[in-house]
């Protein structure tokens, strides 16, 4: 599937819909995804704020990042669905988690990161590029297709 992309929380309060492409999918192994996800992994597809529409009310938290970086986590405060992150390193994008668009996107990690702080019984998918700790920032756009 592509663009566009919809999606909502658990509840329906808060919706999602993005007009692009993700400039960059990922699986996170840090440990604040770590304790998001209740032990596994973030999975995420980067998108760029002007392509996206949220409609409903948002709660956030913000935290700072094992990578320097002010991380603020929007959430919906009816259900608690995890709806996207945005970095401060980064504020013209926005990290949407994968579970929270609707079944059929057809999005997957491309990459995995921060497998330093994965527990030793983590498995990777040996085919993705892999980062011990925080990769070099998306490209501004999304990459070409092949």
């Not at 209740?38 to 999975?43: A, E, L, M, W, Y």
């Not at 935290?63 to 959430?75: E, R, V, Y």
Request: glycine share 8%; hydrophobic share 35%; charged share 15%.
């Amino acid at each position: 599937m592509s663009a566009p992309y919809t999606g909502r929380c658990a509840c329906g309060a808060v919706t999602i819909r993005i007009a692009g492409e993700p400039i960059a999918t990922r699986q996170c192994w840090c440990r604040q995804c770590q304790q998001l996800a209740s032990g596994g992994p973030t999975n995420n597809a980067i998108f760029k704020v002007e392509d996206v529409t949220l409609n409903g009310e948002l709660a956030s938290s913000t935290w700072a990042a094992a990578s320097g970086n002010t991380l603020t986590f929007s959430f919906c405060p009816q259900c608690g669905t995890q709806i996207f992150a945005q970095s401060s390193a980064r504020p013209h994008l926005q990290t949407f988690r994968l579970g929270a668009l609707d079944a059929g996107h057809g999005l997957k990690p491309e990459m995995v990161i921060w497998t330093d702080d994965a527990p030793e019984w983590a498995h990777f998918d040996t085919t993705l590029e892999t980062w011990p700790q925080q990769p070099p920032p998306p490209p501004a756009s999304p990459p070409s297709p092949a």
